[in-house]
T-cell receptor
Framework: SAVISQKPSRDICQRGTSLTIQCQVD?????MFWYRQQPGQSLTLIAT?????????ESGFVIDKFPISRPNLTFSTLTVSNMSPEDSSIYLC?????????FGSGTRLTVV | GQQVMQIPQYQHVQEGEDFTTYCNSS?????IQWYKQRPGGHPVFLIQ?????EVKKQKRLTFQFGEAKKNSSLHITATQTTDVGTYFC???????????FGKGTRLHILP
């Protein structure tokens, strides 16, 4: 399975600012996935990022709020833009392989 | 759209008792996966089931996939304190495609 390096691990941000989260994978993967997990809740898929094309966003998530970059097959970023306290959550990236999905360690975001 | 329901939401068991969590999908799944998330951690892959009626075992954990490929269960025999965490099922499409997570079952072990 792949190994994912995600950073930052946590951040406290002022409302109205933006934060970019990075995920580096140790092997080439076609699709990368970005999830949000509210405390004590399940994982909600934000978008799927393919290299060389625009990300596909799930219902309730828009590109202006969560722009994603996928410059190559081992790297992706998710930006949380114009943050509000409601964006406080854990954000995780994930990649699939033949027998499951591997997750990054997550970014715990607090917006104050 | 596809939904994956999981019950119970919480389960408290005495150490040594058994534990089971159930997962149901509104549609037929190509596969189902199970993950464990320890408090403060990220989801870790446990197993994937693909075949109708499939049963797989990992030590004290037994995973089943229903005949109609719409439901699944995870059973832990003789729970230990190390089993504490939230267990998620996730229904998916083909390998590498997106998966939809159930809401998870939070397991708490009473000493």
């Amino acid at each position: 399975s792949a190994v994912i390096s995600q950073k930052p691990s946590r951040d406290i941000c002022q409302r109205g600012t933006s934060l970019t989260i990075q995920c580096q994978v140790d092997s080439q993967v076609t699709m990368m996935f970005w999830y949000r997990q509210q405390p004590g809740q399940s994982l909600t898929l934000i978008a799927t990022a393919n290299q060389g094309s625009e990300a596909t966003y799930e219902s309730g998530f828009v590109i202006d709020k969560f722009p994603i970059s996928r410059p190559n097959l081992t790297f992706s970023t998710l930006t949380v833009s114009n943050m509000s306290p409601e964006d406080s959550s854990i954000y995780l990236c994930s990649v699939g392989w033949d027998y499951g999905y591997t997750f990054g360690s997550g970014t715990r975001l607090t917006v104050v | 759209g596809q939904q994956v329901m999981q019950i119970p939401q919480y389960q408290h068991v005495q150490e040594g008792e058994d534990f089971t969590t159930y997962c149901n999908s509104s549609t037929t799944l190509s596969n189902i996966q199970w993950y464990k998330q320890r408090p403060g951690g990220h989801p870790v892959f446990l197993i994937q089931l693909v075949k109708s009626g499939e049963v797989k075992k990992q030590k004290r954990l037994t995973f089943q996939f229903g005949e109609a490929k719409k439901n699944s269960s995870l059973h832990i025999t003789a729970t230990q304190t190390t089993d504490v965490g939230t267990y998620f099922c996730a229904g998916g499409g083909l390998s590498g495609d997106k998966i939809i997570f159930g809401k998870g079952t939070r397991l708490h072990i009473l000493p």
